[in-house]
């Protein structure tokens, strides 16, 4: 017998072998194995059938649901308005150029040889916001103005992540050094910031921006809804990104200040050549995950009469002509959610192995 042909039965056995030191390796993991088999054997089918097989995707109006399957139809008509809200349609282009800006800006960052990633990345931080600033309101180079209480679906949803995100970064980083701070007056109101901030829930922060602040301005000073909200959600989410950074900066050995020190480096210099290039490193998944948990905080908004795509969703499904198709709207709108989030984690981990933030020693 040839050494090729005693090869063979070990391959064939490796499986099998698997199988019993992972699934069958006591009886309970053989009892959960099992289960978990049954579990997708009952419930693999009926769901395919619910999604594709007996779903309907084609058809003018709700009565050609069939009612033995997703009701898909149900998202095609009703699509426009979960992507742009009320935004008039003759001026969605506005909103289509935001979303190919966006897209143009930060899909090359998942493409290492991507000829110029790098600027197109700071464009998607420091330009994009500035486009959309004169863009999406009008009002400007003889754009015709849309008002925000227009805004809605998911344009409204990337727009107050986006901007959340984007704001709360830096304040959040100098809430941070603030709190470590050496001068006790900065460091007393960093602290107290950040402590009652994070000690308020965002609905409660969103219900105190959209009815009290309005109390609390000068007469004739007044910021639309959507202002409000923003600015109540950029300042909420700082104070959590500020503890964020502050464990990464704790983290860094004191011998790192001191070499800056011995260096001559003043202290902004200090933070910024030495210290938060490597405690931003190290903190990258706890940002990534403040930033996913605000996108998914952004459905919050409904309460203060702000329709995202969750409250298109809401409000399409009491529509009596759209009945028994809540789930559908649901599962759409957890894609979408889903999308975007399970994007920001792959960018994050991609950007991780870059930096190699694991401190290999």
């Not at 960052?109 to 330009?127: D, S, T």
Request: aromatic share 14%; hydrophobic share 50%.
């Amino acid at each position: 017998m040839t050494e090729s042909t005693m090869k063979a039965p070990k391959k064939a056995l490796r499986p099998v072998k698997w199988m019993r030191e992972n699934l069958f390796s006591g009886w309970f993991n053989t009892v959960l194995t099992l289960g978990v088999a049954y579990l997708l054997v009952t419930s693999v089918g009926p769901l395919l059938n619910w999604f594709f097989l007996d779903a309907n995707f084609v058809g003018s109006d709700p009565s050609a649901c069939t009612g033995a399957g997703a009701c898909w139809l149900f998202i095609s008509q009703r699509l426009n308005f979960f992507i742009y809200g009320f935004y008039p349609d003759e001026l969605q282009w506005r909103v289509d150029v935001m979303f190919l800006l966006l897209a143009v800006s930060f899909v090359p960052q998942f493409i290492e040889r991507f000829p110029g990633r790098k600027w197109l990345g700071l464009f998607g931080i420091f330009g994009l916001p500035i486009v959309g600033y004169f863009l999406i309101p009008g009002g400007s180079f003889g754009l015709e103005e849309v008002q925000s209480s227009k805004w809605g679906g998911l344009m409204l949803t990337l727009i107050l992540a986006y901007i959340g995100i984007i704001a709360s970064l830096p304040i959040g980083i100098l809430l941070a050094l603030g709190r470590r701070s050496e001068m006790p007056i900065i460091r007393g109101i960093c602290v107290v910031f950040i402590e009652v901030w994070r000690a308020v829930p965002l609905i409660t922060v969103l219900f105190m921006a959209s009815v009290m602040l309005p109390l609390f301005l000068p007469e004739g000073v007044n910021f639309e809804k959507l202002a409000r909200a923003l600015i109540g959600i950029t300042l909420w989410q700082s104070a959590y990104m500020a503890e964020v950074i502050r464990g990464g900066l704790q983290a860094i050995p004191r011998g790192q200040y001191e070499a800056a020190d011995a260096l001559g480096l003043g202290y902004w210099r200090k933070m910024g050549l030495v210290i938060l290039p490597q405690a931003l490193k190290m903190v990258i998944p706890g940002i990534v995950n403040t930033f996913i948990s605000l996108f998914k905080d952004t459905t919050l908004v409904l309460i203060i009469g702000l329709f995202d795509i969750l409250g298109t969703v809401q409000s399409t499904v009491t529509d009596p002509a759209w009945q028994n198709v809540a789930i559908e709207g649901y599962v759409f709108v957890a894609f979408c959610f889903w999308v975007f989030c399970f994007g920001i984690s792959r960018y994050s981990q991609n950007l991780e192995r870059k930096l190699d933030t694991g401190h290999k020693t």
